[in-house]
């Protein structure tokens, strides 16, 4: 027994601090997919209600949303309402105006430019964009001499409205849905619309419909269900039909436990007892016999030990249940604050095994631990130029232009052959999307967000997560790395490429670390507990910069970074070490300290509540000595006392609003909301 115990283990160590790059594995191809977008909590355009938003734009696959966010999206006012509203000031009705003359001199040019193809001939987009951009080479050729002075002050115009453009939407990041409401542009002859219960909607996009039965139709006639069903796999011939707008008009808000989802998966989806009942029925089983495999998107919000993707800890594991033994599943992607680290321990462990539970198909988690999520939405790449992206050639008028494509998602999930890093990769908001020219300072924040959605999947049969790393961006130092290595690790040199973050998949590093980089990589903790002892660290930047490579370990619970020997500013004139550093960070707060200890006295300098410059302040002896002993202490017993709290403030938030089933409100839309200053 104690054999196999310690075979488990190493399997988990081995396992742990594997990163799945663009060589992974194949994928298990689905056949039918689904989109969920589970909240009750948003109060306003936000992240969960945005990417419901994108959804229905896309139509790429079958929705199912919460009454709460299509209620939410239909009563976004448009800008003429915003306008004319009274309780607007005229300083947002001044940026409102500018907007909506912007789009809609962008709009009547694109409804007017003379091509008969411009859904096809690239050429003719091309020349659109162009003359869209006020042709940015015009200055050049009008200095040149090339074609007088009009084209300068046209391209001058442009400029200015440009710049005061760019100026109201900087200030209104959330104005392009409010262009036109939801309902407003939705058309519901191109969706199918069914109730579940007084909480949840199926919308199943027409085209997808045709699409699947151009597929899957059967040559034979199903007895238990309709072609319509058998192919989309979803009873829908069997369900209620709505009027989304009626619906939203008489939309009240339920009490149930997670939206009632777990009692109306059985009638969202038709089992696979059903398909094999039809195939016991048949003489002669066809060669093209029918049996959906299903991906699924899930989008929520989530709390440590609460909930993630808007549903309770056992409600999400009772989905889980249900897609292992009622359907056939291929792949479940959620995003969420928190997938990953604590509840996803709440979630997979097994009670008869010392690791995670494994289930048969692949599952996909948007997060690397204990980390609210942040995204980047960028509903209009207005930064710069418009390109081929800003525009739907095919209805002449601006196009919804965001990093989530759906449409791409579905058709990689359902081709044979894609590399699961090519499906999520479409879902995912990666470095890809940080534009170029952005200062420092924008490019770290954004690179931050990068890292705190950076996915990890549990591959079929397998009970660990691997972290996806799309580009190559990660490396890792596990247990076995410090087993057995004792000299200094040159990350650059030893990993060939400078890495945006380091992954500890241990919580003893026993050899220095030298980064020879002028933008450090992010420490963040995989590893359980949080208590990190390392033998020493050596830089070539300020203690400050320094700092910043705890900034996503610092947006996590509390955690503590025991560091023998730091050396800052190591190849330049301004070099200083220190001795037994600490970093300890909790609910968002970090606080530095340095101790000397000769001969048993100890002695020490702080920082509390670290801001962004390093200003020591003596410690008493006193508790100079009480710091040194009590961290020395808990690094010994691998705890620390005040970590327990667990960003107290916010969890009495979510239990007083789940009391009040207030639905979880202020709380977990708030705790996401609050860490968007990420969003460009």
Known sequence: MKILSRLLLVMMVVASSTILGNDDIEQSVATNTMLMFLDDTEQGFDFISGDLFIALHQKAAPILATGHLLHLLATIPTLDELIQDKKTSEEKRAEYLIIKEYYGALDQEIKAFEAKDLEHSLSQQKELIDELNYDRTALVISLAGGRGPEVFEKYQAGQEKHSKFMQAIEKNPGILPSYTKMLSSFNPQEWLIKKVNSDLLLLIPLDYIEAMKKKHTPSFKPTSMTETEYVVGLPIDHMETVSLIDYVKGYKPS??????????????????????????????????????????????????????????????????????????????????????????????????????????????????????????????????????GNINFKQREIKLKTHLDFVEFVRNVTTPGMLYTAV??????????????AEFKVKRELLLANIQTTPQIKLPGIPWFNVIDFDKKFVSLGKNLAIARTEDLDIVKFFRIQPWGILLYTNSIPFKLIIRMRFLPFFISMAPGNMFKMAGIKVDVSLEEFLQSFDVIKKAPAMLFWIDSLVVNAHDDNKKSYSNVCVFMNSGKMSLYTFNNVEGAVSGESVENFTGKVAWEPMPPAAAQHRYDTFHKKLKEGVYLNLVREQRESNLALEQALEKRVPKKAAASGECKRQREAKA
Request: aromatic content about 14%; overall charge positive; proline content about 6%.
């Open 424 to 437: 999520v990769a479409p879902i995912i908001w990666s470095d890809r999307h940080i534009p170029e020219l």
């Open 255 to 388: 009490a149930m436990a997670d939206f009632g989802l777990m009692k109306s998966l059985a009638t969202i989806f038709i089992p696979r007892t059903m398909y094999a009942k039809e195939k016991k029925l048949l003489k002669i089983v066809p060669t093209d016999f029918f049996i959906p495999t299903w991906a699924l998107y899930v989008s929520g919000h989530g709390s440590i030990k609460k909930f993630v993707a808007g549903l309770s800890i056992n409600g999400f594991k009772a989905i889980l249940e249900f897609l292992e033994t009622q359907i056939t599943t291929k792949l479940l992607f959620y995003s969420s604050c928190y997938a990953a680290g604590v509840n996803a321990s709440l979630i997979y462990t097994d009670v008869k095994s010392p690791i995670f539970k494994s289930y048969p198909f692949a599952i996909v988690a948007a997060g690397l631990n204990d980390f609210p999520v942040t995204t980047y939405r960028e509903f209009a790449s207005f930064r710069g130029d418009l390109g081929p």
